[in-house]
Structure formats: C-alpha cells, structure tokens
C-alpha cells in the first residue's frame, strides 16, 4: 500500500528548502505548494474560529484562509468556492479545514499526495504533528556561514548577520532535537552540499524514507519553477536553472573577516558536528561574541513566550486538532479508512 502521509520540509532560510519542495513536487504523486503563511496562524488562532466539528465554524476559518491578505491563498491557483465548499464537507477538525488546502492543490496537478514547506516550521514540529498526527519531516541542513551569507542579502531578511547566526544555530539545535525524539520513520536530515552534489544518491535516499519510488524527474526541479515558485519572489532565481555546487563554500568571499571569525567561535561545534571544516580565522572579538548571546537568547525569549501561551491554550481546546484526511491519520483517531469528501460532522 503507497504512502498518503504529508511530508513538510524544514530548515534554516536558505538553506536550499525551496529547492527541496521542487524536487519533491516534481514527483509523480506528491505536490508541494509554494509557501504559504496561514497554519501558524490558523493554529495559534484557533480558539476565535470556536469548534471545527460545526460546518459554519469551517466555513469561517477557509474564507479566512482563502481571503486572508497575508495568507498566500492566491498564490496556489484554487478556486475559493471551491475550496471553502470541500472545507465545509470535509472532516470537523482543525487540521482538516488546514490540510484541505493542500490536498486541493494536490489535486490541482492529479497527484495523491502533498506536502507543505516553510522554513520556519522547524520551530512547530510539535505543533504539526498536533495538526497531522502522521506527518514526516525532511530538514535540510546547509553550511551555516553560507546561509548567513545567503540570508544577509535578502531583502526580506530584518536581522543582521549575527541575527542570522543565532538562526541557524537554533534551527540546527531544533534538528538535533528531532532526531533524537522522533522516530526514524518520521524525521529525516540531508546536506544541501551532498544534495547539490549528487541529486540522484540523495534523493534516492529520501525516496525510500517517505515511502515512494525514486522519480527521475527529482533531479530537474527547475522544470516546476515556473509552477510552483511565484515570480515575485526574485531571491529564488537559481531554482529556475539546474542544481549545481556553485554556491557551495561562497561564504569565504560573501562574508566579512569578523563575521567568518564569529561564526566559526559560535557555531564551530555544530558546524563540524555536520561534517563542515573551519578555516583558520582568528577568535572573534568579545564583543562580537555578546552581541550573539544577546540575539540567540532573545530568540529563545521569544519562543518561550509563545510556547507557554500556547500550553496554556490546550488546557480548553475549543474542538478536535487531528487532520482526518490520510488513511494514517484515521487510523490513528480509530476511524474506517476514509471515503472520497466524507462528512464526519456538521
């Protein structure tokens, strides 16, 4: 029996996760769209939109994801009549109301399976596995002085580079986290480099951890550039030309002699804990080092804060959480495999 269970990718900004979500939509059964900014918010939101188990309740929330200005909706080439309806007919629970959007998209393209990126989402893995309780999640790792690099000039990209810094280094501590916790068929990390280096090993590799065929087609995501990369967004330009190692080690000659120097003190353990060498640059100045400290623990503050609400959200949940759209996900709520559209409430 092939796999229906959704597959997210994760991983610092660029980290190469765009280029990872075209490999995968590249696939024959899997659709991953571009990104969206709508189940963070939706989840977190959760108690406005009240019980998901009323169709009206559902209703409420799809219009919200389908007009939302921030919500990207538009991006994904649906209908929202038609969106809004299948949310109204599909299962009462939250992340069934979430997950039909991407289950529309993928049949948008006639594919059985989706998937979702968004970089950030290392940070709400728990979170998602509340939402799909069967979900797998592929990480993607990347140099660290090349993603700050990377990140330094993008447009979109507040913080500075020693922001950037305490970005990576969180999302790799996340991974670690993951790796640990989660059980091997449900969490899986690659290199960019080695994915860059050879796609074909590599996504092979991938292939039989989320349980499908390896697809030729993988190896040329820049074909699906033009589908599933907005053009707007102008900072991904290299998804639309072949894979190459072109980019790989640039932080050498993108990034100051301080800022070598303070990746390589803050990051050093975990950059070769992923099998990156350091050079041989001098020890950062101090306070370089503090004004580090002071971003990653206000990282830290950050997320803390938003953990804690959010524990303190589930001690009255306002309706059911668990995607009921996979056969894995009903079987795990104790439910018959699922029927094409099922209504399993009003």
Known sequence: MQSDR?????????????????????????????ETRFVGTAYFSRRMYG????????????????????????????DTADFVQA???????????????????????????????????????EILTRLFP?????????DGRDCVASLKEMPWYKPDSIGAMANWAEAIDFGRRHARKLPADTFYQLRYEDLTADPEAEL????????????????EPHHMAEVAVPSHKVWH?????????ARTGSWASRLEPWEIALAEDVLGERLAHHG??????????????????????????????????DR????????PIAALLTDGQRRLAGLPQQRTRELVAR
């Open 6 to 34: 959704p597959v997210f990718v994760v991983g610092c900004p660029r980290s190469g996760t765009t280029m990872l979500q075209l490999m995968l939509h590249s696939h024959q059964r899997i659709a991953v769209p571009p």
């Open 51 to 78: 019980d998901m188990r009323l169709a009206d309740h559902r209703r409420k929330l799809a219009k919200w994801i389908a007009n939302g200005r921030n919500t990207k909706f538009r991006e994904l080439g649906l």
């Open 87 to 125: 949310a109204m007919l599909g299962p009462g629970s939250l992340g069934s109301v979430i997950g039909m959007v991407f289950k529309s998209y993928a049949e948008r393209f006639g594919k059985p399976r989706w998937g979702d990126k968004r970089p950030s989402y290392y940070r709400h893995v």
């Open 134 to 142: 069967d979900a797998q999640f592929v990480h993607i790792v990347r």
């Open 204 to 219: 092979k590799k991938l292939c039989t951890f989320i349980g499908e065929d390896y697809d030729p087609a993988m190896c």
């Open 237 to 245: 330009s290299n998804t639309h030309q072949e894979v190459t190692t």
């Open 276 to 309: 990156y060498e350091l050079s041989s640059a001098p020890k950062a100045e101090r306070q370089h080092v503090a004004a580090y400290k002071d971003a990653a623990s206000k990282r830290r503050s950050a997320r803390l804060r938003k953990y804690n609400r």
């Open 312 to 319: 303190f959200s589930r001690l009255r949940e306002p309706g």
